[in-house]
């Protein structure tokens, strides 16, 4: 996947940001903190994650589907791939 290789950085600086996230959610429930707190920071992280999943799926969605020169069968292959994501995505 070549664009995620273009964008490895910010690729990464999101994941980071996320392993942050979750590590405070973790924390939040380790302290027994307030219900709204920890439903505020799984918000958080679904939303990273929500982000990031955006990201990596424009990036293919743009690379492969939208590549005018990419053949028909590897078009339909990708088509493919980017349909079971989403299904698994969305489950």
Known sequence: ????IH????????????????????RALEQDADCTAVLQQIAAVRGAVNGLMAQVLEGHIL????????????RERDVATVASALRSYLK
Request: without cysteine; proline residues 8%; glycine residues 8%.
């Open 63 to 74: 690379q492969h589907l939208g590549d005018p020169d990419t053949p028909a069968p590897q």
């Open 1 to 4: 996947m070549a664009h995620t």
């Open 7 to 26: 964008g490895k950085k910010k690729l990464l600086a999101r994941v980071r940001r996320i392993q942050g996230q979750a590590a405070a959610l973790e």
